[in-house]
């Protein structure tokens, strides 16, 4: 995960937390196009398919909070 305050972790932690809305610590594809839809993303069903894989780094089938941290952190 990258290096980045603490102030941006707790940041992002509860972004994730709003995020993963049955809250088991992971953000699976259909709250993965809410979050897209939330943030306005005009994409297409299987352009959210192709991010979602990206982001989802060890191909388990979620987004993790590491995952989550180092999408957001990307440049």
């Known amino acids: ?8 972790r707790d940041e992002l932690h509860k972004d ?7 809250k088991d610590g992971r953000i699976d594809l ?3 196009r809410a979050l ?3 943030l306005e ?4 069903e299987a ?3 192709i991010g979602f894989q990206s982001v989802d780094m060890d191909h388990d ?4 909070f590491d995952e989550f941290v180092a999408w ?3 440049d």
Request: hydrophobic residues 35%; charged residues 30%.
């Open 30 to 32: 259909v709250e993965f």
């Open 41 to 44: 993303a005009e994409i297409s």
């Open 16 to 22: 994730f937390a709003y995020n993963d809305k049955n």
């Open 1 to 8: 995960m990258p290096a980045i305050s603490r102030e941006k």
């Open 61 to 64: 089938g979620a987004i993790d």
């Open 72 to 74: 957001w952190t990307s």
């Open 47 to 49: 352009e959210s398919r």
């Open 36 to 38: 897209l839809s939330d």
